[in-house]
């Protein structure tokens, strides 16, 4: 589902580190842009999720689906950009 | 006037004593970006907004309230058989003496709920911008204490609160579309 959308929901920029910053660099910054910026009004016909998964998952609407996880935790944030 | 029902919006489950997610959640319960403001901030502004969105603050006003049950939860289940030791541990001794266990609407960092935290301009756009900037915070704060839980019971309810925000910001968004439409403006080109 996530692959046909137009947009990316997640996106990641690597913030500047120079040799006199105590920590080590953290690598990359992962910030969420999700579906509502994309949308405008919301289109008509789009497909929705059968109720009983739209109770679980917060939204009737498959294309405001926006799972999320820790991107810093390991094995995480591989499905990002 | 409201009609309770009595179940949460989403099952709450936690798996794992951890009184210090207690902790981060009450900047959910009693925060700027929390529930509590969030359900006072749109019940009060929609007295003052246009009639075709005032039904709209109406609804997400009453789904914050349902939120704020689920975080209450939450920090319920986390506290509630904590020893005054394990609050310590947590970082939650000066919530201990003030308050033993009860909830109170406290930020993370102790600081108690003000009415500043919620705006009231007047204007509609001005509130509705400050209604989507509140409902993106609001998604942020979820994703950084998702970040900061190891319990995936605890996530699982919070992902779906976090997947609520990203719909009320949505419908916000198109309340500007709505309120900023020309169709009534008879223009002749
Ligand atoms: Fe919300």
């Known amino acids: ?81 | 006037m409201w009609t309770y029902e009595k179940k949460l919006q989403y099952p709450v489950k936690v798996s794992t004593c951890n009184p210090t997610l207690a902790k981060y959640l009450m900047e959910q319960y009693g925060g700027a970006d929390g529930e509590l403001a969030a359900a006072l901030r749109y019940m009060n502004q929609r007295y003052t907004i246009p009639g075709k969105v005032i039904g709209l603050l109406n609804d997400i006003a009453t789904e914050e309230f349902a939120h704020l049950e689920m975080i209450a939860t939450m920090i319920y289940k986390l506290t509630k058989d904590a020893t005054p030791q394990q609050l310590r541990d947590a970082g939650l001794a000066e919530h201990y003496v003030s308050h033993d266990s009860a909830l109170f609407y406290n930020n993370a960092a102790g600081v108690p709920f003000t009415a500043a935290y919620i705006q009231a301009k007047g204007d509609p756009i001005a509130d509705l911008y400050e209604d989507i900037a509140a409902e993106e915070k609001a998604r942020a704060t979820y994703q950084w204490i998702i970040d900061m839980s190891d319990d995936p019971d605890l996530n699982d309810s919070l992902r779906f609160l976090r997947e609520r925000e990203v719909v009320h910001s949505q419908r916000f968004r198109e309340a500007v579309e709505i309120l900023k439409d020309e169709r009534d403006q008879k223009k002749v080109f």
């Open chain 1, 1 to 81: 589902m996530k692959s046909q959308q137009p947009f990316t929901s997640a996106k990641s920029y690597v913030p500047p580190h120079s040799p006199f910053d105590p920590c080590p660099p953290i690598g990359r910054k992962y910030y969420s842009t999700p579906p509502n910026l994309y949308l405008g009004f919301q289109p008509s016909d789009l497909p929705q999720f059968s109720p009983a998964d739209a109770l679980r998952k917060g939204t009737l609407w498959k294309v405001f689906y926006d799972y999320y996880d820790n991107p810093y935790r390991k094995g995480a944030g591989k499905s990002r950009d």
